[in-house]
């Protein structure tokens, strides 16, 4: 059974960093990629960055410069750090693969992710 469990969230002030990390578990035969989203209260859950198993990355507009996405070689971890936080970064981060599908992997780095963690809380406060 894959497993996805996010950790390293937790409360920081403005301008404060913080690294999340995602174990995957299970018996992965396949990995078109691994996601990180995140939903604010009241608000629809969105695209954070993203990273193929070659290393090719996107992050969402807001994020880009202050976020990185890295994956460890056995692309059994995932991570994303998070620095120069702000306010409106303020969300539950989940972590999210398209893992184990029988369908070759889309072009283009197109990631739909079918595994979903649980979640971590990620607060900045002014």
């Known amino acids: 059974q894959v497993k996805l469990v996010e950790s390293g969230g937790g409360s920081v002030q403005d301008g404060g960093s913080l690294k999340l990390s995602c174990v995957v578990s299970?018996?992965?035969?396949?990995?078109?990629?691994m996601t990180w989203y995140r939903q604010a209260p009241g608000k629809e859950r969105e695209l954070v960055s993203s990273?193929?198993?070659?290393?090719?990355?996107t992050y969402l507009d807001s994020v880009k410069g202050r976020f990185t996405i890295s994956q460890d070689d056995a692309h059994d971890t995932v991570y994303l750090e998070m620095n120069n936080l702000k306010t409106e970064d303020t969300a539950v981060y989940y972590c999210?693969?398209?893992?184990?599908?029988?369908?070759?992997?889309?072009?283009?780095?197109?990631?739909?992710?079918?595994?979903w963690g649980q979640g971590t809380q990620v607060t900045v406060s002014s």
């Open positions: 299970g018996n992965i035969f396949s990995n078109c990629g």
């Open positions: 990273i193929t198993p070659d290393g090719t990355t």
């Open positions: 999210a693969g398209d893992l184990n599908t029988e369908d070759p992997c889309l072009d283009g780095g197109i990631i739909i992710p079918n595994y």
